[in-house]
């Protein structure tokens, strides 16, 4: 049985289990069954696996040449940061110089992990890294999940900053949603300025917003990334079957159950604009040598 078919009926099980037996514990373990499976099978096309991968911190190498050593990952932490460094040094890697954070979850203690945020802040000078994040008013890199084009949250208005949060960044709401374009021209130039690697960004996930900045690196490397075969996947959010060409499998490859057709569209639109276009003359050799 080839693993398409498996999959599919694996879903269609799911399905049934949903309609039939509203079974929810039956659900997930066919779920996760799914998503063994996926995970199993997923390969990207010769020369363009991220290498070093590590899923317990949902991290993968996206560029590491004489120019560039540029890592993606999920939230970090103080654990985190220690898997990682030990994830690196096994595999002959820089740890980086720079950490890029680009959600608003991490400020608060209790809330989904922790002061997860906090803690990678409080931590540069341990580890010798520049941290540039959510909350930090001089250089704020929060983006939106979705779409940069239509940021659709004012972060400052959510009461999401914990007592020791404040006290260290301050409290300066503005009334405007946050993450927007700017946002994502600011990450941008972070990463691409070869100064700042080795570099990581990562979100709480490393599914959305990260994925967006991955693929955008993928874009302005251009070449098989986006005119390379396409492969068909099934996106279980969209209850459908589409067309990725590498690039935009790659970003399926670690966001499988929670893809978002909004991160392509965002990048394949913004692909076109001028900062991206400026952004490939000037950084796309450097990026594929």
């Not at 966001?255 to 392509?264: G, S």
């Amino acid at each position: 049985m080839t693993s398409i078919v498996l999959k599919n009926k694996i879903l269609l099980l799911g399905i049934r289990a949903f309609i039939k037996l509203k079974s929810l514990p039956l659900i997930l373990v066919l779920l996760l069954s799914w998503t063994t499976v996926s995970t199993a099978t997923a390969q990207l096309n010769p020369g363009h696996e991220v290498s070093y991968n590590y899923d317990a911190l949902n991290f993968g190498v996206v560029v590491n040449n004489d120019h560039y050593q540029i890592y993606r990952s999920s939230q970090l932490g103080i654990w985190g940061l220690r898997k990682l460094a030990l994830h690196l040094k096994k595999n002959n890697l820089p740890f980086p110089k720079t950490i890029i954070y680009m959600n608003s979850h991490g400020y608060i203690e209790g809330w989904l992990s922790g002061e997860y945020a906090v803690e990678e802040y409080k931590h540069q000078e341990t580890y010798g890294y520049k941290y540039y994040h959510s909350f930090d008013y001089n250089y704020r890199t929060y983006l939106d999940g979705f779409s940069p084009y239509q940021p659709s949250e004012d972060i400052d208005n959510k009461s999401i900053l914990g007592e020791t949060a404040r006290e260290l960044f301050g409290y300066y709401p503005d009334g405007k949603n946050d993450g927007g374009v700017d946002a994502f021209i600011r990450i941008m130039n972070i990463i691409l300025d070869p100064a700042n690697s080795p570099i990581l960004f990562h979100c709480y996930g490393g599914r959305h917003r990260t994925g967006i900045v991955g693929l955008a690196l993928r874009y302005l490397q251009g070449e098989d990334w986006i005119n390379g075969p396409q492969r068909q996947v099934f996106v279980l959010s969209k209850l459908g079957k589409v067309w990725l060409n590498p690039a935009q499998y790659e970003y399926y490859k670690f966001n499988k159950l929670l893809f978002r057709q909004t991160n392509l569209d965002f990048i394949q639109r913004f692909s076109q604009e001028e900062p991206f276009l400026s952004w490939k003359q000037s950084y796309g050799r450097l990026l594929n040598e």
